[in-house]
């Protein structure tokens, strides 16, 4: 088959980035975009003059020449939106997190099982070069069994506005805005274990709004690891960027961001150089995403992250909800 035909649904901060990826991956073409008619048009306008500016979601899902959509609208649309394009036969790479809770998340994959048609799910730290480095290492089994990580998904004196800040539009604060980061990653550096329990204080201390701002969310795996994950904006303090995460085994110690490693015999430490970032989220994870999607689609197989590893982040997000709002333990398996 040809190059897949990519529409991008949102021109915000993420929708430019995905638009690049679709112009750089060398299997999609950027067919075109739709966002609200405001400074975003503008911006779309100059950057791709002669690319479809579409009128509606509906007319970029009506577009016989339009294969796969990105969406990158308010959590609250994801559903809505993932359902129309897969009912006009399109393949979606949804922007994270899938959905607003579980319930969504399963409607979702239900649409796209029903469909015929892929759904990704845009947890992209997956695609990271130094996040696939260090997942290599620690495939080699060189630093023993895994006690525990300590991840982290925070933004330091700074937070978002708008629809982020609204529960009926997002289905939560930081914890479902940064958090995912860090869930998703420490699961992808353990090699995907599937969660056993849950404990959390999720809660807002910082802001005038109606969501989280603050959060620490304890997680045990079936592997036997127990995870640690910070979650907030606004914070004073991070002790790694967006989704940086340490591990801690038998034989040594890792990190992602600044990514190293060392161990506890003789051997030197691991000490990578990679090209130098532009930005901490780095276009080349995006690209690297959209050629997984485009490849998945042309294999007619599932995507990796896709409904499995999507599904299992909201199920994380919303044990940790509920376990700040009772107190208790939340058992997963």
């Not at 991840?151 to 506005?161: F, R, V």
């Not at 030197?268 to 989220?281: A, S």
Request: aromatic content about 8%; proline content about 6%.
């Amino acid at each position: 088959m040809g190059k897949i035909r990519i529409g991008v649904l949102g021109f915000g901060f993420i929708g430019t980035i995905h638009a690049k990826a679709a112009e750089n991956c060398g299997d999609t073409e950027l067919m075109g975009v739709w966002t609200q008619p405001d400074q975003t048009l503008d911006n779309l306008k100059r950057m791709f003059p002669t690319k479809k500016h579409y009128e509606s979601p509906e007319a970029m899902a009506a577009d016989p020449e339009v294969d796969a959509v990105v969406i990158g609208r308010p959590n609250s649309l994801h559903l809505p939106m993932g359902k129309l394009m897969f009912e006009n036969g399109k393949h979606v790479l949804m922007e994270k997190p899938m959905a607003m809770n579980v319930q969504e998340a399963k409607e979702l994959i239900e649409a796209a099982k029903k469909a015929d048609r892929r759904l990704m799910v845009g947890h992209m730290w997956r695609f990271d070069r130094e996040a696939v480095a260090l997942r290599a290492l620690l495939d080699e089994g060189e630093f023993g069994e895994v006690i525990k990580t300590k991840s982290y998904g925070i933004h330091q004196n700074w937070g978002p506005a708008g629809w982020f800040t609204h529960s009926e539009l997002a289905g939560g604060g930081a914890l479902i805005d940064m958090g995912v980061h860090a869930l998703d990653t420490t699961r992808y550096l353990l090699g995907d274990p599937n969660p056993k329990t849950v404990y959390a204080v999720v809660d807002r201390r910082f802001g005038d709004y109606d969501v989280d701002d603050n959060g620490v969310t304890v997680i045990t795996w079936d592997n036997g690891v127990t995870s640690i994950i910070e979650s907030g904006w606004w914070h004073p303090h991070a002790d790694g960027p967006e989704a940086s995460t340490q591990i801690f085994a038998k034989k040594g110690y890792a990190r992602l961001f600044p990514t190293m490693a060392k161990y506890n015999d003789e051997r030197e430490p691991w000490l990578p150089r990679f090209p130098t970032r532009e930005d901490h989220c780095d276009q080349h994870i995006y690209n690297n995403q959209m050629q997984e999607f485009a490849s998945a689609i042309a294999e007619g197989r599932d995507p990796v992250p896709g409904p499995e590893e999507g599904l299992v982040i909201m199920r994380l997000c919303e044990a940790a909800y509920e376990s700040a709002k009772t107190g208790d333990v939340v058992k997963l398996s």
